[in-house]
């Protein structure tokens, strides 16, 4: 079983194009992520959610756009697409700090397997 | 703020040779610390954690780190390396943050490369 699962694992698309990415995760975790790979594997988070709600916004533009339906999925949509736009794109989930066994989980990031995301 | 610098980008180490990653980090706060690895083309997964405790963390894959307080550093290493570990290796810190939540930053990676 996959704990945190994304799709579509590649997408290949048109500048200008709306295209999304989900992503579920069966952990039972109150907070789940979105990050951002670079093409020099910089990792940087966009946004955080616990249990539905908006926690971290990391000044990304406003064409990213997540929503979760659910405390399980985070979905990420993206209007306009640009060229820059380009990057490998991850989901995970922990559990909220100071909840879980902290001994076992530790607040350790669960990461999926990615996105890779070309925009021509 | 937090932050994270891992003074290497790229490590070249013969196979069966021992590999020391770096890190250091910077806090005002109490912090926990992780390694993370990725292997080419798949997600990041955890190699091992600091949370309390045990300065000496054994991980995965013969994998272990040692935090040091004073020095602000949590060092990757390993006393022989296999072609397997060939990988990209993120060292992470979580601060605490009000309201029960956690904000991780990364480092920049170091991609290990083991020479048969």
């Known amino acids: 079983d996959t704990a945190v699962s994304q799709t579509p694992k590649y997408l290949v698309t048109q500048m200008g194009n709306d295209k999304s990415i989900k992503c579920e995760q069966n952990?039972?975790?109150?907070?789940m992520y979105w990050y951002k790979q670079d093409s020099k594997k910089f990792l940087k988070i966009m946004f955080s959610?616990?249990?539905?709600?908006?926690?971290i916004n990391e000044t990304v533009p406003n064409r990213f756009s997540p929503k979760s339906p659910d405390k399980a999925h985070l979905n990420l949509h993206i209007n306009s697409l640009e060229l820059g736009d380009s990057a490998v794109y991850f989901c995970?989930?922990?559990?909220?700090?100071?909840?879980?066994?902290?001994?076992?989980?530790?607040?350790?990031?669960?990461f999926g397997e990615g996105s890779w995301l070309t925009v021509v | 703020a937090q932050s994270v610098t891992q003074l290497d980008s790229q490590v070249p180490v013969f196979e069966e040779a021992p590999v020391e990653l770096r890190c250091n980090y910077s806090s005002s706060v109490s912090v926990y610390l992780f390694w993370y690895v990725q292997y080419p083309n798949q997600g990041l997964q955890l190699l091992l954690k600091y949370l309390s405790g045990s300065t000496l963390v054994k991980g995965i894959n013969g994998f272990e780190a040692e935090f040091n307080k004073s020095q602000t550093s949590f060092h990757l290493r390993k006393p022989s390396v296999h072609i397997s570990d060939t990988a990209e290796y993120f060292c992470a810190v979580s601060v605490p943050s009000g309201g029960g939540y956690q904000k991780v930053t990364f480092g920049t990676g170091t991609k290990l490369q083991v020479i048969p």
């Open positions: 995970a989930s922990s559990h909220r700090h100071g909840t879980g066994d902290l001994a076992s989980s530790g607040n350790t990031i669960y």
């Open positions: 952990l039972g975790h109150d907070t």
């Open positions: 959610y616990n249990n539905k709600e908006l926690i």
